[in-house]
């Protein structure tokens, strides 16, 4: 079955630094698509940045782009998330996604705080 499993998560100042990762399995990774989004709480989750099946392009929400890289590494199944100049509004539960004709595969999500 497919699993989408997410690491990386923790706390972190202001300005600081985080590398999320996703272990995908069950699936054909190389040929799907990979997102992450996000969801603070009380908020609706939303769309973080896309990567395409070999890598070459990838898209990022305008509220992440010039601080976050997404990532993928094919033989090893896992998409990744640098995240650099964090800020408090970045706060939040980060999930992996892969979208396969209709349905939407989640992971558990990480929590990443990013606090003084």
């Known amino acids: 079955q497919v699993q989408l499993v997410e690491s990386g998560g923790g706390l972190v100042q202001p300005g600081g630094s985080l590398r999320l990762s996703c272990a995908a399995s069950g699936f054909s990774f190389s040929t799907t698509v990979m997102r992450w989004y996000r969801q603070a709480p009380g908020n609706e989750r939303e769309w973080v940045a896309s990567?395409?099946?070999?890598?070459?392009?990838?898209n990022y929400a305008d509220s992440v782009k010039g601080r976050f890289t997404i990532s993928r590494d094919n033989g090893k199944n896992t998409v990744s998330l640098q995240m650099n100049s964090l800020k408090s509004e970045d706060t939040a539960a980060y999930y992996c996604n892969a979208l396969m004709g209709a349905i939407n595969y989640w992971g558990k999500g990480t929590l990443v705080t990013v606090s003084s």
């Open positions: 990567i395409s099946t070999e890598g070459g392009r990838t």
